[in-house]
């Protein structure tokens, strides 16, 4: 099992910033991709950005230039750091983690943009 504990979410104007935390505990050596997932109201779960245990990412179009996702393997900890924030990003944001033994998800963090 894996556990997974999401910090950092707020309340920005457009154009800020803001730091998104999750925290991992479990059985982490199982696990080969952390991500971003986000999902505003009406609309579904989406990816935002994803990272292997190696470093490798990939990001949605969208957040390409703005978002940057790293991973504190020492840690155990994922981090989103979002730049450039617009009110289109207001969002509940997952951290999901997936491997071997299962797809482990937060409980997500609100982010809301202000216009």
């Known amino acids: 099992q894996v556990q997974l504990v999401e910090s950092g979410g707020g309340l920005v104007q457009a154009g800020g910033s803001l730091r998104l935390s999750c925290a991992a505990s479990?059985?982490?050596?199982?696990?080969?991709?952390m991500g971003w997932y986000r999902q505003a109201p009406g609309k579904q779960r989406e990816l935002v950005a994803r990272?292997?245990?190696?470093?490798?990412?990939n990001y949605a179009d969208s957040v390409k230039g703005r978002f940057t996702i790293s991973r504190d393997n020492a840690k155990n900890t994922l981090y989103l750091q979002m730049n450039s924030l617009k009110p289109e990003d207001t969002a509940v944001y997952y951290c999901?983690?997936?491997?071997?033994?299962?797809?482990?998800w937060g409980r997500g963090t609100q982010v809301t943009v202000s216009s």
């Open positions: 999901n983690a997936e491997g071997l033994m299962g797809n482990y």
């Open positions: 990272i292997s245990r190696g470093g490798t990412t």
């Open positions: 479990g059985s982490m050596f199982s696990i080969n991709f």
